[in-house]
């Protein structure tokens, strides 16, 4: 079984940056087979009270899509030997506050880790 360890968030103050990282740990096989190494991955956020969104994506050739609310402001990075996906996160604004998870894109329904808090206050 996969599991998807996603850390890196905390407290920062608005304009200020966060890099969040994931790695997925399990055998070879079953990260071939839960499609973490054959398509792409993202970073989703989830607000209280809000549906959960995909905010960037990355193909395994390294082709990025980002939600139109933080391009320019975060990069999503992926190593492929290493099984992680990575966000940098600058700029960073009071709405982008959420927990923050990863997973493929389209995400699968049983890899969902804990996420990340970030909360972006003064």
């Known amino acids: 079984q996969v599991q998807l360890v996603e850390s890196g968030g905390g407290l920062v103050q608005p304009g200020g940056s966060l890099r969040l990282s994931c790695a997925a740990s399990?055998?070879?096989?079953?990260?071939?087979?839960m499609g973490w190494s054959r398509q792409a991955v993202g970073w989703y956020r989830q607000a209280a009270g809000k549906?959960?969104?995909?905010?960037?994506?990355?193909?395994?050739?390294?082709?990025?899509n980002y939600a139109d609310s933080v391009k320019g402001r975060f990069t999503i990075s992926r190593d492929n030997a290493k099984n992680t996906v990575h966000l940098q996160m600058n700029s960073l604004k009071p709405e982008d506050t959420a927990v923050y998870y990863c997973n493929t894109a389209p995400p699968g329904a049983d890899y969902w880790g804990q996420g990340t808090q970030v909360t972006v206050s003064s």
């Open positions: 399990g055998s070879m096989f079953s990260i071939y087979a």
């Open positions: 549906q959960r969104e995909l905010v960037a994506s990355v193909t395994k050739g390294g082709s990025t």
